[in-house]
Each structure stands twice: as structure tokens, then as C-alpha cells.
């Protein structure tokens, strides 16, 4: 923690960051738009991975329910969007705060239980969510609600601009690592940490457990909304199937990839996820036969996920 | 006479058809060491564990400081002065010697939903929690992350934790267990110091330790409580001796 020296994981985590800044600068000069578009989702989809992380990764709470945030902040901005409030003013807050309710609730009732069962429970409450948009045939039901218009910041950023949204999402990112990193190193977060480790002792020295553990799920709700209200902007389209269960499994995945409990991880599991599922994607359709054996061997021969393991070559 | 700190009446638990606390009452005075010896499964475990609200027990009550606090939950218990330590060495085992001891300060220092600030730059937690530290001579062994201490620091670093909390009442379950003879020895030196400040529940196999350290002993056979008396008297008892002494006559003889 107080090492001065460069490790790899850190030279790793800056280099990523800087690429990640320089990336519009990229596509500008080489014209190639695909990129910026394929990276924008990826900040996104890191956020909301990095998100899990504080609670997977710092707090022991594998939460099987994540991508249901991603819909809910979507479906805020969509459905207020349908509803002719197209201020991002009104749209985020209420994605942020809906978010929060919905994760509240969930926690509040499946942080009674532990392991299998919690696991259990948050699934069911995200299929849950899953099939309530199904229903609202108002709002497109199963096909899914376009959005017709982004999230309008009266003319202090233009969503519409390719370049201008990017940095959003990257700020978003950004910033959202930074909320963690400040959440994980302070006195909540050691508590959140400790409970993780040993909730019998950190009972017993006096903290109550289960109150912190549902704040930090609460939290973690409200960046995954804010990831929401991004993801719904980015493609101008939200469906059900952003609540699909498979997709909070890739959200987990993203984090494993990376290293549960590293701060940058998330963000590294969710462009290689993504990447390679790009890559492998132009070759085979088959492609997650190629990634399911892949995440099998991170699971078993690099348990800290890719920044463990550059933690690891770093130490040598 | 004083008021008992702590005062356990017709407490009962049962496990399916075992018995293991039957209708037990016992006291502990301000500013005692009261031991509680029996042989295994004897239900002193149990018995810690009811007093520290990790186990409820089917009935009776549990007095603290003359508070009913037989149906709080331990963290609460904690928050009133109630430490204890395990037995099975209980630790934060990812974090720091000074992290463990930290957070136990932390405990009883307001709450915690503070989101901000690097609690590790706290000064007066670090502080609190380096003291702790220096009492049980870990001083030096502070940042070391807790799975790489040895059986004997984990013991004293159980110890720390558990002052920390400034606790009235520390309860000790078998703080002694899988120590050396010069850690045994480290320890008991270090309990006399710290039954000057602090009343101490101590659960305990090694017989020696307890028979120099006790005020008063407690024993239990069967979740019962046999005798309760001053270390001489229960030499003698001659229930205490066919209960559960007998095979130990070797130690106990030794002083």
C-alpha cells in the first residue's frame, strides 16, 4: 500500500487510463468511428462492473442481480423521455434514485441470508425486474423502448456528439473509481471489508454488520444506475434484456477477469471481456466456447484475476 | 458486598436432546479474575458464547453491569464493555495486526458511516490501536499482515482486539490454547497486568495458569456448576477432584 515503486499492475492501470483518454484523439486522426463506439459501452459496462466490485469484491456479497440497475437506470431515461421530460436533470436523479430504492429493497431482504441463497435472491429479484419491463406494453414490453432523443444537460454537453459523450461516460468512469477508492480506503469501507473477512468478530468488537453491508449494496446500486442512464443514451434504446440474467453473469465475469478487490480490475475485465468477445465474435459464432474454457482458466490458476496476476509478476 | 459486575442466573441452552448450560448461575465481582474450568465438553464455550450474545440461551437472564442484556445482540453487548476473545484465533486475516486492532478502536469511537477520510490516517484510531499493541508486546509486528503471524501473536493479537474496545469485562476463552511453554508464560505475565485494570472471565485448560492467576473458580461438569470458590477450596473439593481433577493431581501439586 505504501510502496513508491511503479508496480505492474499500477504501470498497467496508467497506461489503460491514458490509452482510454487518448482514444477519441485516436479515432479522429485514423477515422476509424468504430472504435470510439465499441469503447464508449466498454466505459460503461466498466463502470458498472467496478461497481459490482465494491460489493463483490470489497464486501463478499456476490450479487447474481447487477445488470438489473443497468435496466433501471435505462428504463428512467427512457420512459421519462417517452413521457416528454428529456432534461438529463430530471432523468439521471431519478435513474439514481430508483436505482437506489430498487437495491435497497433487494438488499434488505437478501442480506438476511448468505452464500447460495443470497446469490439466489438477488437473481430472483433482477428476473423479477426482467419480467416487469416485459409487461410494460406501454413501453415497447418485450421489444424494448427507443429512445428517441439523449439526455438533454441544456447545451452544457451535447450527448449526440460522438466525442463529447465519450468523455461523459470516461468522466462518469472515472470519477466512479474514485467515489470507490475513497469509499474502500475510509472508515465505511474498512468495516465493509472487515465483515467480509470475519463477520463473527466484527460483531463481537461491535459494529453491525448487516447495517454497513446493505449501505455499501445500496451504493453500489446507485453507480450501476448511473452506468444505466449511460448505456440507455448510448444506444438510444432500452429492452429487458439489459436486465437478462446473463448479463449480470458478464458483469461477474468482468470482475473475476479482473481481480475482485482491486480497484482497476473491473475496468481491465470488462475491455478484455468485451474486446475478446468482439474479436472471437468475427470468427465464430461459437465464440463463447473459446471464452468459457479462457475465464475457466483465470478462475483456477490466477485467483486475483489479471491484476493479481501482473501484482504477482511485479513482485517476481 | 459489591454489586456483581455480571450476574448469570438459571441460564439454560440446549442443543436437540444435550444439555449443554443447565440451569447455571454464577457472578463475577468488580475487579476479578474469575476462571471457569471443566473438563471438555463441559459447556464453557457455550457459556462464553451466551454471555457475548453470539448464542441466545432457551432461558434465563444475563445481567451486565445491573442492565438486562440477555436478549442483546453482541455488537450491542459490545458497545456497553463486554469483550471477548476466541478461542479459535478469530481474526481479520487479510488485514494488518494494527488494522485488526484499528477497527475494534474504531468500534467504539461513533459510528462508522463516514465514506470519505482514510481511516488509516485516523491518528488518534492509529494510536489507540498501536497502545493496544505495545501492552501485548506486538508492538514491532504492527503492519504485518495477520496470516503471517505465528499461533502465539494471533493469541496476543486476540488480546489486543479485545482491549481496544476498553472493554469493563473481558472474557478470555482459552487464551492460552496451542502456546508454548514461553508463550504460556508471556501470557500469564501479561494477564497479571491486566487484571489490575480490567474484570476477566477466563476459560482455561491449563491448570497451572489458573490456579495462579484466579481469584475465584467456577466449575462446571455437564453445563452445571459444581463448586465455585476461592483456588485453595477447590484443591480441595472433593467433587471437583473425582469430577475432573483426577488425572491432573500431577499439575495442580506442583505449587
Known amino acids: 500500500m505504501k510502496m513508491p515503486k511503479l508496480s505492474a499492475s499500477t504501470a498497467v492501470a496508467a497506461a489503460v487510463c491514458a490509452a482510454l483518454v487518448l482514444l477519441p484523439v485516436y479515432s479522429a486522426v485514423t477515422g476509424n468511428i468504430f472504435i470510439l463506439t465499441m469503447f464508449t459501452r466498454i466505459v460503461i459496462l466498466a463502470l458498472a462492473a467496478a461497481s459490482l466490485n465494491l460489493i463483490m469484491g470489497y464486501g463478499g456479497m456476490m450479487s447474481f442481480g447487477h445488470a438489473a440497475y443497468l435496466g433501471i437506470g435505462g428504463y428512467a431515461v427512457g420512459i421519462l423521455a417517452a413521457e416528454g421530460f428529456g432534461s438529463g436533470f430530471i432523468q439521471w436523479p431519478v435513474a439514481l434514485v430508483v436505482s437506489a430504492l430498487f437495491a435497497l429493497v433487494v438488499g434488505a431482504l437478501s442480506l438476511r441470508t448468505r452464500g447460495v441463497y443470497f446469490i439466489m435472491i438477488t437473481l430472483a429479484f433482477a428476473q423479477m425486474a426482467y419480467y416487469i419491463a416485459s409487461a410494460l406494453s406501454r413501453y415497447g414490453g418485450d421489444d424494448g423502448l427507443t429512445v428517441y432523443k439523449r439526455s438533454d444537460f441544456a447545451g452544457l454537453i451535447n450527448l449526440s456528439n460522438r466525442t463529447q459523450f465519450y468523455y461523459l461516460c470516461l468522466a462518469c468512469l472515472f470519477g466512479g473509481l474514485y467515489l470507490i477508492w475513497r469509499i474502500v480506503n475510509s472508515r465505511f469501507g474498512l468495516v465493509v471489508q472487515g465483515v467480509r473477512s470475519n463477520e463473527q468478530r466484527m460483531q463481537a468488537i461491535g459494529f453491525h454488520a448487516n447495517r454497513y453491508r446493505l449501505v455499501c449494496f445500496v451504493i453500489a446500486g446507485t453507480i450501476c444506475g448511473l452506468a444505466g442512464a449511460l448505456l440507455a443514451n448510448n444506444t438510444d434504446f432500452v429492452s429487458p434484456a439489459v436486465m437478462y440474467w446473463t448479463r449480470s453473469g458478464d458483469l461477474m465475469v468482468m470482475v473475476i477477469l479482473g481481480g475482485m478487490g482491486s480497484l482497476f480490475g473491473p475496468v481491465i475485465g470488462a475491455i478484455v471481456f468485451l474486446v475478446l468477445e468482439e474479436l472471437l465474435s468475427q470468427f465464430t459464432e461459437y465464440w463463447a466456447l473459446i471464452m468459457g474454457p479462457l475465464l475457466l482458466l483465470i478462475v483456477l490458476f490466477a485467483r486475483g484475476g489479471i491484476m493479481g496476476l501482473l501484482g504477482r509478476m511485479s513482485r517476481g | ?255
Not at chain 2, 463441559?42 to 442484556?69: C, E, W, Y
Not at chain 2, 493496544?132 to 482486539?161: F, N, P
Open chain 2, 1 to 255: 458486598m459489591a454489586d456483581p459486575l455480571l450476574r448469570v442466573d438459571k441460564l439454560v441452552r440446549r442443543f436437540g436432546g444435550i444439555t449443554a448450560t443447565d440451569n447455571l448461575s454464577m457472578d463475577v465481582m468488580p475487579g476479578e479474575l474469575h476462571a471457569i474450568i471443566g473438563p471438555n465438553g463441559a459447556g464453557k464455550t457455550t457459556l462464553i458464547s451466551q454471555l457475548t450474545g453470539q448464542l441466545m440461551p432457551n432461558s434465563g437472564s444475563i445481567h451486565f453491569g445491573g442492565r438486562d442484556v440477555t436478549g442483546l445482540p453482541s455488537y450491542k453487548r459490545s458497545r456497553l464493555g463486554l469483550a471477548r476473545s476466541f478461542q479459535i484465533t478469530s481474526l481479520l486475516k487479510d488485514f494488518s495486526a494494527i488494522d485488526n486492532v484499528a477497527l475494534a478502536a474504531q468500534a467504539h469511537d461513533g459510528h462508522s458511516f463516514r465514506f470519505w477520510g482514510n481511516a488509516r490516517k485516523e491518528r488518534h484510531l492509529r494510536d489507540a490501536a498501536r497502545a493496544a499493541l505495545e501492552r501485548v508486546g506486538l508492538g514491532k509486528r504492527a503492519d504485518i499482515v495477520v496470516s503471517q503471524l505465528s499461533h502465539g501473536e494471533q493469541r496476543e493479537l486476540e488480546l489486543a482486539v479485545a482491549l481496544a474496545t476498553r472493554p469493563q469485562l473481558l472474557l478470555l476463552d482459552e487464551p492460552m490454547a496451542g502456546l508454548g511453554v514461553t508463550e504460556s508464560a508471556r501470557m500469564v505475565a501479561l494477564l497479571k497486568e491486566l487484571r489490575k485494570e480490567v474484570t476477566i472471565v477466563l476459560v482455561e485448560h491449563d491448570m497451572e495458569a489458573v490456579f495462579a492467576l484466579a481469584d475465584r473458580i467456577t466449575v462446571l461438569v455437564y453445563g452445571r456448576v459444581i463448586a465455585c470458590d476461592v483456588p485453595d477450596a477447590i484443591r480441595k473439593h472433593e467433587e471437583v477432584k473425582r469430577a475432573y481433577l483426577g488425572d491432573q493431581h500431577a499439575v495442580t501439586r506442583h505449587d
